[in-house]
């Protein structure tokens, strides 16, 4: 169950770093899952 935790924070700070990436900085307030 730990590890559920666990992949769900990489998978939330893998989505983030992407947004990062492709989105331009004032789009970073919306959301983007």
């Known amino acids: 169950m730990g ?3 666990s992949n ?4 939330a ?3 983030i ?3 990062l990436i ?3 900085p004032e789009d ?4 983007k899952i």
């Open 28 to 31: 970073l307030t919306a959301p």
């Open 8 to 11: 769900k924070k990489t998978k």
């Open 22 to 24: 492709v989105s331009p």
């Open 3 to 5: 590890n559920d935790a």
């Open 17 to 19: 770093s992407f947004g």
């Open 13 to 15: 700070r893998r989505v």
